[in-house]
């Protein structure tokens, strides 16, 4: 059950990826620090994911985050709304993929800019307080201005800037993703495509075979 629940988390902390549609065109380095862990999962802390690689291109992204168990990586086209879960865990592979059409019915967040700056990563980056159905409690970020031509998704919809750091509550543990370094630079189109060798799988398919998700 740790394994799924370790895995769970992984998706989380990728969910919240970055698209670009113009400007910028590099790599992002984050890193993810754990505070509050329940004293059951801190057995489990040496395995947890400690960085996050986001790569931008026009208007794709790839998130990778690399674990004891595995590699998780998260390849978002905005263009063709569409997301793709590239797993390799304990040496099986999977690939999900997910339509993100435009939903109206969905609430967009609330988001309230707050007083005080700080540096992350060599940028100025600015605060902000967001509150969304989804979330069980308000979440304080940190984005920059100084990155252009980019958007976030749903759960920061309307942020005005690049989302530099936040904090993920998650099963009685804290997750703060903060970004280390900012890199312009070509990427390629290789990036975003899925390796011959990952076995095409649904959402419920791979719950069932992780045992209905339980």
Known sequence: ????????LATLAITFSVIAQKSFEGTVNFG??????????????SMMPKEMTLKIKGDKSRMEQNSAMGSTTTITD????KV???????????????????????????INYLEGTKKIAGYTCKKAEITHPD???????????????????????GL??????????????TMTIAAKE???EKISNAE???????????????????????
């Not at 620090?33 to 802390?45: A, G, H, I, V």
């Not at 011959?196 to 069932?208: I, Q, V």
């Open 84 to 110: 793709t879960i590239l797993m390799n865990m304990m040496g099986q592979k999977i690939a999900m993929e997910q339509n993100t059409s435009d939903d109206k019915e969905k609430v967009d967040p609330k």
């Open 78 to 81: 905005d263009k063709a709304k």
């Open 135 to 157: 979330m069980e409690e308000a979440m304080i970020v940190y984005y920059t201005e100084e990155i252009s031509g980019t958007k976030t998704n749903t759960q920061f919809k």
């Open 1 to 8: 059950m740790k394994k799924i629940l370790l895995t769970s």
């Open 192 to 214: 975003f495509t899925i390796p011959s060798d990952y076995e095409s799988m649904t959402e419920e398919e791979f719950k069932k075979q992780m045992g209905g998700g339980q």
């Open 32 to 45: 993810i620090t754990y505070t509050d862990m329940p004293d059951e999962m801190k057995q489990y802390e």
């Open 182 to 184: 900012v890199k312009e």
């Open 160 to 173: 005005k800037g690049f989302l530099m750091e936040y904090t993920v509550e998650n099963q009685g543990m």
